[in-house]
């Protein structure tokens, strides 16, 4: 492998900047992909049949909790990247694990709303606007319960390989995923949550 | 667990298939064990990460699929050939003509093209290999799997029988209520994701890897009309993975996405099947532009007229693609204004076509034009093509189309865009570029014997069905009167599918007796061709290009003839870094294909643990530490030497 000294890590061989330029064009598939989620779920929002509507559902507490981890954790990502950069494999790998356990909270608090909104007879099979609701909230979900496992195999790697080309690279890469999913939340949270609770 | 819902009941030709199934894998297995050849199939193809090679797969795979989804239209033509025929029961002749739909587009046109595209997009733009060879083939093995999963469902629960839209509440579990479209919506999703990552492999691979010299508008047509093609996947293809897990929801979870009831809302499915679906025409037909392209101006001996009209003529149809959806149902109550904004832009996609033709036209114009086997197609199907999209614009204007919906008519329009549009194409260019791979020709005498059974038969089958839907015959018709008149002209079409059969049939012997009897080619360079592929040796060395080569004009390697440009300026060798081949690919693709089958069946627990085992497979791929290897100097002079074949290095 040739290394450009001159680049940052994560950009150094071919290879690398070329997977990192391929995942941003995966990020340009996932668009259309949530965009399609946020279409269904308008075309359905108020097809709630006899089922509850958002309104009488959403409580903003813990949608104020979710919004504050996923956000905190693009922040903490960003360190990791940061201390990367400058060789702290240390810090590097407490800034990933802290982003690691806002994330798996952030899980949490989802599914257990789930439960909630299950509990209160808001089932999948209830209504139009409740299957377009779980199968939003539920690709951004699978894919934050996706990044952990992804996270925690590129620490175990960070951990035993320590920072080189290739961890760096997919560390970068993993940051642009969690950026990604971050930016779909503040859609969700405002036209789903907030204007729901209108 | 109830084994009575694996069972297909009461269909004889089903049983036959079953049997034969069995006896051809048995067949395959007791061959492999015999031949001692289980190590050569893992080593060589499963394992490979070579994109000649997944070409290669890509395209034999279609091939069974022509000859699976060109069975199932035989059966419909011949099921339809006469009034009152009892040959199939309407609920398989539903069967039929969904599978014969989805194999043909998904599983044999789109695949089809991608094999064509792996073989020759690296070698077009002077690279060793695409971007992403792992990935490559992981996108290969899901295709592969997805369509296997299709494939078996006509013999293992039954096929999916609400048309290859799949529209609602056909398809819905109470008006479907067999496995049929469980199949569906998972042998698509699983091949789906391998396309959409075949989609941005590509992008990165034409946009990151050209040879130095090699700017956007320097590149040749068919890369071009690629990397659109790979970014319209990009786009559609997200649509349909929502689309789809949206009816698998339905189906298998009872959502209310689709449903008449609680708030679903049929039409949802209709948009975003056709969001996407409408894309994927192109998808199949702007790679087949590029075909055609190359293989006018190698066949003309002259440069292709209007290239960058050719270049954002697909840009504007790549653009106009996703703004027509809605005129596939115009005819379902979406009002005047609605109907009139897509009869807009459908009818505006002509213009950037017509300039396509035109320009075509134009480099034939005081050509040296040579009438070889892939030249007959692409010369057959400009005017065929032409009568197919004339009768596109018919079908466009929206108060026109209350009286062909669903007919016949637009049976005939399609069969007329698509069967030019993208089997003529892939046939020529299988012809083109067969040599580069193979090292020898295919026959000509047989390929012009197979051109014209296919061209004339294609006529005789297709064109009645113009006259059939005015008369008013629907499409998805399984039987009629005889007083209803439509008897003869059907009769006609099954003569002609008969002739289509005979031509697909000597295109296969074709095949057969070059791979036997042709002589090999030594000049790496048979056509004469104008582009980089040809500029290595034939059969492509692992490593496609020795030296990487230097471009300086549009078609370097014509200049490099012509003007006596060098295209090889560096005169040393070095060593080759290559990516090592790999197993987890082909095991991705086996635990998606058990996935896949268990949700179908419902069976959670199987379901769960094949879940839990893709991220295993996942996992075992990140952790990979394989950085691939380099092949030495000294093995690249003596490949070299032996491919020249006595020539000097």
Do not use: C
Request: hydrophobic content about 55%.
């Amino acid at each position: 492998m040739k290394i450009d000294a001159s680049k940052p890590l994560e950009y150094s061989t071919e290879e690398n900047s070329n997977k990192i330029f391929g995942f941003w064009v995966f990020l340009g598939a996932e668009i259309p992909l949530f965009a399609t989620l946020f279409t269904v779920y308008f075309v359905m929002v108020n097809r709630f049949a006899s089922g509850p509507s958002g309104s009488e559902l959403f409580e903003i507490g813990p949608v104020l909790m979710e919004t504050f981890l996923l956000l905190s954790s693009s922040f903490t990502i960003g360190l990791a990247v940061h201390a990367m950069r400058h060789g702290y494999k240390k810090a590097m790998m407490v800034f990933m694990a802290i982003t690691l356990v806002m994330g798996l909270a952030f899980v949490g608090i989802e599914i257990d709303e789930f439960f909630t909104y299950v509990h209160e007879g808001a089932t999948l099979q209830t209504s139009g606007f409740l299957s377009s609701l779980f199968i939003l909230l539920g690709t951004h979900g699978l894919h934050v319960s996706f990044g952990l496992l992804w996270g925690i195999g590129i620490m175990i790697q960070l951990w035993k390989r320590g920072i080189t080309p290739a961890t760096a690279n997919k560390t970068f890469i993993f940051s642009l995923f969690w950026h990604f999913l971050d930016v779909v939340w503040i859609f969700i949270f405002s036209f789903v949550y907030l204007k729901g609770l209108m | 667990m109830d084994l009575d819902k694996f069972k297909v009941h009461g269909e004889p030709l089903i049983y036959g298939a079953m049997i034969s199934i069995a006896l051809a894998t048995i067949g395959i297995l007791v061959g492999l064990t015999y031949f001692k050849k289980w190590g050569y199939l893992w080593r060589e193809w499963l394992t490979t990460v070579d994109h000649k090679k997944i070409g290669i797969m890509y395209i034999l795979a279609a091939l069974l699929m022509l000859f699976r989804g060109g069975v199932d239209a035989m059966m419909m033509r011949l099921q339809t050939a006469a009034p009152e025929m009892k040959f199939l029961d309407a609920q398989h002749y539903n069967e039929v003509f969904t599978t014969h739909g989805l194999i043909m587009i998904l599983f044999m046109a789109m695949p089809f093209i991608i094999g064509l595209m792996n073989v020759i997009i690296p070698l077009q733009i002077g690279a060793r290999d695409v971007a992403f060879p792992r990935l490559n083939a992981v996108s290969f093995w899901l295709f592969f799997m997805g369509a296997m999963l299709l494939n078996i469902s006509f013999v293992i629960g039954g096929s999916p029988d609400a048309g290859w839209s799949a529209y609602f509440p056909l398809a819905s579990l109470e008006f479907s209520p067999t496995v049929g479209n469980n199949y569906y919506s998972l042998a698509l999703q699983i091949s789906g994701i391998g396309t959409l990552i075949t989609g941005v492999n590509f992008i990165v691979t034409i946009l990151k890897m050209r040879a130095p010299g090699m700017t956007l508008m320097k590149m040749p047509m068919f890369t071009w009309s690629v990397l659109i093609t790979n970014v319209i996947i990009v786009f559609a293809f997200p649509v349909l993975t929502i689309a789809l897990a949206m009816m698998m929801f339905d189906r298998l979870f009872g959502s209310q996405f689709f449903t008449m009831a609680n708030g679903g809302m049929d039409m949802l499915w209709a948009n975003l099947f056709w969001v996407w679906g409408h894309p994927e025409v192109y998808i199949v037909i702007l790679p087949a532009f590029g075909i055609y392209s190359e293989i006018i101006a190698t066949f003309s001996k002259k440069n292709l007229y209007g290239y960058t009209s050719m270049v954002f003529s697909m840009l504007i149809i790549s653009l106009l693609s996703f703004l027509v959806w809605a005129h596939h149902f115009y005819t379902m109550g979406q009002g005047a204004m609605v109907n009139s904004f897509f009869s807009i832009t459908t009818m505006a996609i002509a213009v950037p076509t017509g300039v396509k033709i035109f320009n075509w036209l134009f480099t034939l114009r005081k050509g040296r034009i040579t009438f070889t086997t892939p030249m007959l197609y692409t010369l057959a199907f400009i005017p065929i093509f032409t009568i197919g999209g004339v009768t596109g614009v018919m079908l466009a204007m929206a108060s026109a189309d209350y009286q062909y919906h669903n007919t016949m008519f637009l049976v005939a329009h399609f069969h007329y865009v698509l069967i030019p549009g993208a089997v003529f194409a892939v046939i020529a260019g299988f012809h083109y570029w067969f040599p580069k791979v193979f090292g020898f020709r295919l026959n000509e005498r047989l390929g012009k014997h197979a051109f014209w059974w296919i061209i004339i038969s294609f006529n005789v089958t297709f064109f009645p069905m113009f006259f059939l839907g005015l008369m008013g015959m629907t499409r998805r018709l399984y039987t009629y009167s005889k007083e209803s008149g439509f008897g003869p002209l059907n009769m006609l079409s099954f003569v002609g599918a008969v002739g289509l059969a005979i031509g697909f049939v000597i295109l296969v012997y074709n095949i057969y007796w070059s791979t036997r009897y042709m002589p090999r080619d030594t000049t790496n360079d048979p056509w004469d061709g104008r582009t980089l592929e040809w500029a290595t040796h034939s059969p492509i060395p692992l490593y496609n290009f020795a030296i990487v080569p230097k471009v300086e004009t549009r078609d370097a390697l014509w200049s490099a003839k012509q003007e006596n440009i060098p295209l090889y300026t560096d005169t040393k060798y070095t060593k080759i870094h290559m990516p090592s081949n790999t197993g987890k690919p082909f095991i991705l693709g086996v635990v998606f294909f058990f996935l896949g089958f268990f949700l179908v069946f419902s069976m959670w627990i199987p379901a769960i643990v094949a879940g839990i085992g893709i991220l295993v497979v996942l996992a075992f791929m990140s952790f990979d530490k394989d950085q691939g290897y380099y092949i030495p100097v000294e093995e690249v002079i003596a490949t070299e030497k032996k491919l020249m074949r006595g020539e000097t290095v």
